[in-house]
């Protein structure tokens, strides 16, 4: 949840999108927002009837945990996260090249 609201600044989420990213128990989910909210590093504004959640940008942490988390995610985790799509860990293994001399 926070990698997708660190790596979406602009972005507003509900509390279900949130809880769907997370990927746990609604409970466990709902305690890591409010977790997140008692600390500061999320705002809520209100989008309809329901609440939406977005990164504080202003917080003096965002720089540092924008920083982690780019140089925690793989490449292809980090633009899975960007395309909301499932990232293939293969793609982390390097192919040799057509010009290079393959080790045996």
Same mark, same amino acid.
């Given at each position: 949840?926070?990698?997708?609201?660190?790596?979406?600044?602009?972005?507003?989420?509900?509390?279900? $999108? /949130?809880?769907? &990213?997370?990927?746990?128990?609604? #409970?466990?989910?709902?305690?890591?927002?409010?977790?997140?909210? !008692?600390?500061?590093?999320?705002?809520?504004?209100?989008?309809?009837?329901?609440?939406?959640?977005?990164?504080?940008?202003?917080?003096?942490?965002?720089? $540092? /945990?924008?920083? &982690?988390?780019?140089?925690?995610? #793989?490449?292809?985790?980090?633009?899975?996260?960007?395309?909301? !799509?499932?990232?293939?860990?293969?793609?982390?293994?390097?192919?040799?090249?057509?010009?290079?001399?393959?080790?045996?």
């Amino acid at each position: 949840m926070l990698a997708a609201l660190i790596l979406h600044p602009e972005r507003q989420y509900g509390t279900n $999108e /949130l809880l769907a &990213i997370g990927g746990r128990g609604v #409970g466990a989910g709902r305690n890591a927002i409010k977790a997140f909210d !008692r600390a500061g590093i999320i705002k809520k504004s209100a989008r309809g009837n329901q609440v939406a959640y977005s990164i504080d940008v202003d917080h003096p942490i965002y720089p $540092e /945990l924008r920083s &982690i988390c780019l140089k925690t995610f #793989g490449m292809s985790d980090l633009v899975a996260v960007i395309g909301n !799509r499932p990232a293939h860990r293969e793609d982390h293994e390097r192919k040799p090249h057509h010009d290079s001399p393959t080790r045996k």
